[in-house]
């Protein structure tokens, strides 16, 4: 478990000591998905599950292009194998960072939605009733464990990088599409899918577990 924690903390440090330009396009992000939050189950948009993972997904994906993929691409994460660390905790170390970071600004946003949902209600004249917003919550949950797991996993052979989220992207479009063509034949709670992505999750990360225990030497990137 330490070691996962002093992962965590390079991944943290890393972060802190990057680009502060970045925190402004986060807080464009969080005001303007805040809002979309605030609006759902209030006459706002029918499709808002599918804008709730579709916001898991670019979240968790900067952040696993940032641990995994520009990494591996500058060889950094081949010093880290070899660092005496286990391999299992980078994985888990970087997963956490991930997870973390994106239910971060996920809670981020749900406090927006939490200050907007009356002024948003009342311009709608529809109650504001802040239980609605529990399914979204664990929707987003289950999404970012299951991108910040798939995103590990995929990462070790894809040959090109820009391949990581757009498989991320499909494979969360297939599900929610299935879901949302099953709804109209018959409701299916939210709570059911988050359920369902979270157990995604658990099977990447088993998967990229064992991907990390056997790879011997970092496979190049096509750029």
Not at 92 to 106: E, R
Not at 117 to 139: G, N, S
Not at 177 to 188: D, E, L, Q, R
Request: charged content about 10%.
């Amino acid at each position: 478990m330490s070691q996962i924690m002093l992962m965590f903390r390079k991944e943290w440090l890393n972060f802190v000591r990057g680009d502060r330009s970045v925190l402004v396009v986060y807080f464009i992000m969080v005001a303007g998905w805040g809002a979309l939050l605030a609006s759902m189950n209030t006459g706002g948009p029918t499709t808002a599950p599918l804008w709730v993972v579709f916001f898991s997904m670019i979240i968790a994906a900067n952040f696993s292009s940032t641990v995994f993929v520009l990494e591996r691409m500058s060889g950094s994460l081949e010093i880290l194998l070899t660092s005496g660390l286990s391999r299992s905790a980078i994985l888990y170390g970087k997963m956490l960072f991930i997870v973390l970071m994106t239910l971060l600004l996920g809670g981020a946003c749900a406090v927006c939605a939490l200050l907007l949902r009356p002024y948003v209600a009342a311009l709608q004249r529809a109650p504001a009733d802040l239980r609605d917003l529990w399914p979204y919550f664990a929707l987003y949950a289950g999404a970012t464990f299951m991108n910040a797991a798939s995103s590990a996993y995929f990462s070790v052979w894809l040959p090109n990088p820009r391949l990581l989220h757009f498989i991320n992207l499909l494979l969360l479009g297939f599900i929610m599409t299935g879901y949302m063509a099953v709804s109209f034949i018959h409701p299916i709670s939210l709570y059911c899918i988050a359920g369902l992505l979270a157990l995604l999750g658990v099977a990447f990360a088993f998967l990229a577990k064992r991907e990390f225990e056997s790879e011997r030497i970092i496979k190049p990137v096509v750029l």
